[in-house]
T-cell receptor, first 113, second 112 residues
Framework: DAEITQSPRHKITETGRQVTLACHQTWNHNNMFWYRQDLGHGLRLIHYSYGVHDTNKGEVSDGYSVSRSNTEDLPLTLESAASSQTSVYFC????????????FGQGTRLTVV | GNSVTQMEGPVTLSEEAFLTINCTYTATGYPSLFWYVQYPGEGLQLLLKATKADDKGSNKGFEATYRKETTSFHLEKGSVQVSDSAVYFCALSGGSNYKLTFGKGTLLTVNP
């Protein structure tokens, strides 16, 4: 079955370190997204991509970057981790079409100490 | 810009009670509307959706109707079960824009 997987599922890192969270999907979807989930805020969009070599900033993109070198992967990099980036991160993908929704990964719980 | 407002809860119900979780939205044009469910420790799963006015989405006994006149998409279920305990998110996407805008989520706890 096609799926979307995130790794690692849990990570603890120190302030100032660079961290990369992986996202891999096997649906061949062009559209991929990264969200963060925080209590009281729901899910907020960090970055998104509509195809290879396309990347766009979401509403909370400061301190994060993504790259899209192939259809399957959209890694999220925290350039210099900060305590404010402690959160649960979700990757999602969607095919083209109005109202199709998106498929979500299981999430990565990141703690910055 | 787009926004979604949903009752934040938490909501606590007894098994077999009626459930309503309110959701209203602000968007330009004609958005598609969604309800997602998140069980403990898991990612989000699409529960139901509607893409045009008066459409009713339904799944697993849950229903929601796209009401353009009131910009609402309230989630309902006639008889909840303990297994429905989860966080429910209302969301929208606009036109050919695949980005989802989420509400803050509503925690539902169903007691036996």
């Amino acid at each position: 079955d096609a799926e979307i997987t995130q790794s690692p599922r849990h990570k603890i890192t120190e302030t100032g370190r660079q961290v990369t969270l992986a996202c891999h999907q096997t649906w061949n979807h062009n559209n991929m997204f990264w969200y963060r989930q925080d209590l009281g805020h729901g899910l907020r969009l960090i970055h998104y991509s509509y195809g290879v070599h396309d990347t766009n900033k979401g509403e909370v993109s400061d301190g994060y970057s993504v790259s899209r070198s192939n259809t399957e992967d959209l890694p999220l990099t925290l350039e210099s981790a900060a305590s404010s980036q402690t959160s649960v991160y979700f990757c999602a993908s969607a095919r083209e079409g109005r109202g199709v929704g998106a498929f979500f990964g299981q999430g990565t719980r990141l703690t910055v100490v | 810009g787009n926004s979604v407002t949903q009752m934040e809860g938490p909501v606590t119900l007894s098994e077999e009670a009626f459930l309503t979780i309110n959701c209203t939205y602000t968007a330009t044009g004609y958005p598609s509307l969604f309800w997602y469910v998140q069980y403990p420790g898991e990612g989000l799963q699409l529960l139901l959706k509607a893409t045009k006015a008066d459409d009713k989405g339904s799944n697993k006994g849950f229903e929601a109707t796209y009401r353009k006149e009131t910009t609402s998409f309230h989630l309902e279920k006639g008889s909840v079960q303990v297994s429905d305990s989860a966080v429910y998110f209302c969301a929208l996407s606009g036109g050919s824009n695949y980005k989802l805008t989420f509400g803050k989520g509503t925690l539902l706890t169903v007691n036996p």
